[in-house]
């Protein structure tokens, strides 16, 4: 059993019978009274984030998680089709338990699906993905004395900040884990 001095991020608890993922963690120890570990965690199936302080060494449950490579076959509004590329098995899953991982999914493209005793759970997007802006106003002259950036819609619809030189119809790597912009792809 981990405890409390064991926290990385990444981890999954299992909480009352619910799964959070800590996203974020610190150690604290205040001159005066006993060290804590102030966590902030997020509902794996619901999305929604909590914060919760533990005490230094108290036992927690971790929950291992089984991660598959999958690829995307194919999407409607509620469901995700998805492949193994071993044996060809496809499953579907709900747009619930892929969250937020659907503003960086295309077709054909890789995901890994995390599942507890065979049952998927969560769903992440690798970490850099190549997506086509689709839709960028034009950068103005003398704008860029700032370094500044412009809104870009991608071919998945999600809006990022992008500098002023990226136009219509280039290729972009965006990081998911944070949605920012990392550069142009040749």
Same mark, same amino acid.
């Given at each position: %059993?981990? $405890? ?6 990444? %981890? ?9 993922? &800590? @996203? #974020? ?16 965690? *997020? ?7 909590? !914060?919760? @302080?533990?005490?230094?060494? !108290? ?5 291992? =998680? #089984? ?14 089709? +998805?492949?193994?590329?071993? $044996?060809?098995?496809? &499953?579907?899953?709900?747009?619930? /338990? ?7 999914? @295309?077709?054909?493209?890789? &995901? ?6 065979? *049952?998927?759970? %969560? ?7 190549? =997506? /086509? ?7 103005? *002259? ?11 819609? =991608? !071919?998945?619809? +999600?809006?990022?900040?992008?500098? =002023? ?5 280039? *290729? ?5 884990? $944070?949605?920012?912009? %990392? !550069?142009?792809?040749?």
């Amino acid at each position: %059993m981990a $405890t409390s001095n064991d926290f990385r991020r990444g %981890m999954v608890l299992d909480i009352a019978g619910k799964f959070y993922q &800590i @996203t #974020e963690f610190q150690h604290v120890n205040p001159g005066k009274g006993a060290a804590f570990v102030r966590s902030k965690m *997020k509902d794996v199936v619901q999305g929604k984030v909590i !914060e919760k @302080t533990w005490r230094a060494g !108290e036992k927690v449950t971790e929950i291992r =998680l #089984e991660r598959r490579a999958y690829q995307l076959l194919y999407h409607t509004d509620d469901t995700f089709t +998805v492949m193994d590329p071993d $044996t060809y098995e496809q &499953i579907d899953l709900s747009a619930d /338990l892929v969250g937020s991982a659907v503003d960086y999914l @295309t077709d054909n493209c890789q &995901i890994d699906v995390l599942s507890v005793s065979d *049952k998927p759970i %969560m769903v992440e997007a690798p970490n850099f993905v190549e =997506l /086509l802006v689709t839709k960028s106003d034009p950068g103005l *002259k003398g704008d860029t004395a700032t370094g500044g950036s412009k809104p870009a819609t =991608l !071919e998945t619809g +999600v809006i990022v900040q992008v500098p =002023l030189f990226v136009k219509e119809g280039e *290729k972009i790597r965006v990081d998911t884990r $944070t949605g920012q912009y %990392m !550069e142009r792809v040749k």
